[in-house]
């Protein structure tokens, strides 16, 4: 496995929901913009769709993100899949590469990366494979 690390950071764009409840559960969709330093070079798109509950502190989201531009000198560009909960302020994420989603010098891709949030402030650990890479 190898492993990239850096910084990132996000603009999030709430989208109108076509269905919105009115009371119970919501739903929210959100397009994001991201900025990818360090070791994955990169900018990246996606949307996200997220449901809040009547207890603040739980919540559940998916999303999918397009990433373009250089994994350790490698260019190309691959699919993240997002699953994460939140259960009264307890969080569980997993991202992923989606198999098969990567392009040029990244074919073959795969593992997880790690989102750290600290003052704010966005990080990444990636540990991933890569055909040919060390």
Do not use: C
């Not at 969709?29 to 769709?49: N, P, Q, W």
């Not at 569980?92 to 402030?121: A, D, F, Y």
């Amino acid at each position: 496995m190898s492993h990239a690390r850096g910084t990132f950071e996000v603009k999030v764009t709430p989208q109108a929901m076509v269905h919105a409840a009115e009371e119970g559960p919501r739903l929210g969709r959100i397009s994001l913009d991201k900025t990818y330093h360090g070791d994955l070079d990169a900018t990246a798109v996606g949307e996200m769709l997220a449901g809040g509950t009547s207890e603040k502190t739980s919540a559940g989201y998916v999303a999918m993100e397009e990433v373009r531009g250089t994994l350790n000198g490698r260019r190309g560009s691959f699919l993240l899949q997002h699953s994460g909960t939140m259960t009264r302020g307890t969080p569980s994420l997993t991202v992923t590469v989606v198999p098969h989603s990567g392009t040029e010098e990244l074919v073959g891709l795969s593992g997880s990366l790690t989102i750290i949030i600290e003052n704010k402030k966005h990080a990444y650990e990636f540990e991933f494979s890569l055909p040919g890479a060390s």
